[in-house]
């Protein structure tokens, strides 16, 4: 268990950053300012929910996710980290890594032109040597605002050079999957992991109509989400990042992933900002990597 009260007492603001127990019983940052709201869990430093005011959700949390320590919930934006996916060599390591599973300590909150800034930080320690035989220093800055802006930095702090795969593995909350659609991916080739990773190139938007799990290669620019049900459009913007994942369960295996709640899969688009697939980074020694993406809502 975390001192609540003591975070507040350190990095709470008063009517705009509150560190509490979520409904879901995870220990949140809670953020509430002009802009909107956000709540962003100490357990892997997992933005579990962003509403832009007057708007709907548009990070998307399921209605059936419950705290468990150890296991990130379902929904929000996961940190995938330091690899994404199944492990490369190992299949019994835990799939995309490790962060997303453990407790972050909070760096800073403060107030910024942008909004609310809220850095979380996190390093591997020993436990994690069997996992992952490297040095890193890892920091998430969450810039809650007109728009919401996750930077992932990692730091090598070891002597030799590393490398990582990672996602900010967002789910969108969306009016109803059938009326949904993202643009910006026109022309990219990607990987059809439905398909037995078939190499395939995108032709117009993505339109989803049964389960799609498809990692984008070669797409550094934005993607959009077009939401026809909840008419607005999502902007995703990126750094640092050339791939990008686009997934959603369908309703097969979102049932039997038990924490979707009923017909969740209809409600949700993950777009994940990556370093996925040959997307790989190395960082040499001493040095810095950030993955950076920023989300805008606008009316159709
Ligand atoms: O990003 C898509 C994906 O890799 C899918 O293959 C699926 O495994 C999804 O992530 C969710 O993974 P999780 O471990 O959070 O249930």
């Known amino acids: 268990m975390t001192d609540l009260a003591s975070l507040n ?23 509430t300012n002009a802009w909107g709201s956000a709540e962003i869990a100490l357990q892997g430093a997992q933005v579990l929910t ?23 919930l379902r929904g929000g934006a996961p940190v995938c980290w330091p690899w994404f996916g199944p492990h490369p060599d190992d299949p019994v390591k835990p799939g995309h890594g490790f962060a997303r599973n453990l407790d972050w300590q909070v760096v800073s909150a403060e107030r910024v032109n942008e909004g609310t800034r809220v850095v979380l930080g996190f390093t591997p320690g020993a436990a994690q040597q069997a996992l992952w035989p490297y040095q890193a220093a890892l920091e998430l800055a969450v810039t809650v605002g007109e728009a919401l802006r996750l930077e992932l930095t990692t730091r090598n702090t070891g002597t030799i050079p590393l490398s990582i795969t990672q996602a900010l593995h967002t789910y969108f909350h969306v009016g109803d999957i059938a009326s949904a659609r993202v643009e910006g991916l026109d022309g990219c080739e990607y990987v059809d992991k439905v398909e037995g990773g078939a190499h395939k190139r995108q032709s117009g938007a993505v339109t989803i109509d049964g389960e799609v799990d498809r990692v984008y290669l070669g797409c550094p620019g934005e993607a959009v989400i077009v939401d026809d049900a909840l008419r607005r459009r999502i902007r995703i913007g990126k750094g640092g990042s050339r791939s990008y994942v686009v997934w959603n369960p369908w309703a097969e295996k979102g049932a039997k992933f038990g924490d979707m709640g009923n017909d969740g899969y209809r409600r949700m688009l993950c777009v994940e900002t990556t370093n996925a697939g040959d997307d790989v980074v190395t960082i040499a020694s001493g040095k810095s990597f950030t993955l ?3 989300y805008g809502v606008e009316s159709l």
């Open 50 to 72: 962003w509403a832009p005011a007057g708007q709907p959700a548009v990070v998307w949390l399921s209605p059936a996710a419950r705290f468990a320590a150890g296991k990130s």
């Open 9 to 31: 007492e350190r990095f709470g603001i008063d009517g705009e950053l509150i560190f509490a127990v979520g409904h879901h019983g995870a220990e949140v940052a809670h953020v």
């Open 292 to 294: 950076a993406t920023e």
